[in-house]
């Protein structure tokens, strides 16, 4: 267990300032997550949020860990490094972000060979930093799961992980109900966050670089 970790989400005054700053930042991510693209049927543009908000997600709690407990305490991966987002304490930590009761994902994969590896190999080598995102709603969201805790309910809970094959099977994912054990152990800190969204109005990129475009004068 991360020592260092535990007790910043059992500070009073960091677990405010996560309260506080992690909706905004979270609805952020996805404005610049967003992207335009031609709906088939009824021909009209729309907006929806890329894949890449998982990425800028991770970056909203990296930018966190480092503010709080600064650069001597937190390191980014080497290059090529697998199953870590970071260094905390020397402690290896991953970090995930789900909407609701969403499946995590264990490891992306691409191709049913890749699955067949992490279903034969697959074993928890790192901490947990866990957010459940619960829009209009105020319960338990951001989790941290020590690694004990991942291989301690592993090792009773055979076929934890699920695949979806195909030539897109967009990674091997963990069961719900193993997660459920593991948010609920006694050594997993849960912070609650109220899920409630701001009144400022975002832009998105492309909106940015379209007024760019429009009011370019030479």
């Known amino acids: 267990m991360n020592s260092v970790l535990t007790n910043l989400l ?8 996560l309260r506080e700053g992690l909706p905004h930042a979270f609805e952020m991510a996805a404005v610049e997550a967003s992207r335009v693209i031609l709906n088939k049927r009824t021909r009209l543009a729309q907006s929806t949020t890329g894949q890449e908000v998982g990425v800028l997600r991770e970056r ?9 407990l600064g650069e001597a305490n937190v390191q980014l991966p080497a290059p090529g490094a697998s ?14 972000t789900v909407t609701g009761r969403g499946l995590v994902t264990a490891k992306w994969t691409s191709d049913n060979e890749s699955v067949d590896y992490v279903l034969d190999d697959f074993a928890f080598t790192s901490d947990m930093f866990l957010v459940r995102i619960w829009w209009d709603s105020d319960q338990d969201s951001v989790f941290y799961i ?11 809970f055979p076929n934890y992980l699920r695949s ?14 193993f997660m459920k054990q593991v948010e609920g152990h006694a050594s997993t800190v849960k912070v609650p966050i109220h899920w409630q969204r701001s009144d400022q ?8 670089y379209i007024r760019y475009w429009t009011e370019l004068r030479f």
Do not use: C, W
């Not at 979806?164 to 109900?177: C, D, H, L, S, Y």
């Not at 109005?201 to 940015?208: D, E, H, T």
């Open 60 to 68: 909203v709690i990296l930018g966190y860990l480092f503010s709080q």
């Open 10 to 17: 059992t500070n009073a005054t960091a677990v405010e300032t």
């Open 83 to 96: 199953m870590v987002d970071a260094t905390v304490a020397g402690h290896p930590l991953e970090i995930k």
């Open 164 to 177: 979806q094959r195909g030539t897109n099977n967009r990674g091997v994912k963990i069961e719900g109900a």
């Open 201 to 208: 109005a975002l832009q998105s990129p492309i909106v940015r």
């Open 146 to 156: 020590p690694v004990e805790v991942l291989s301690e309910v592993a090792a009773s």
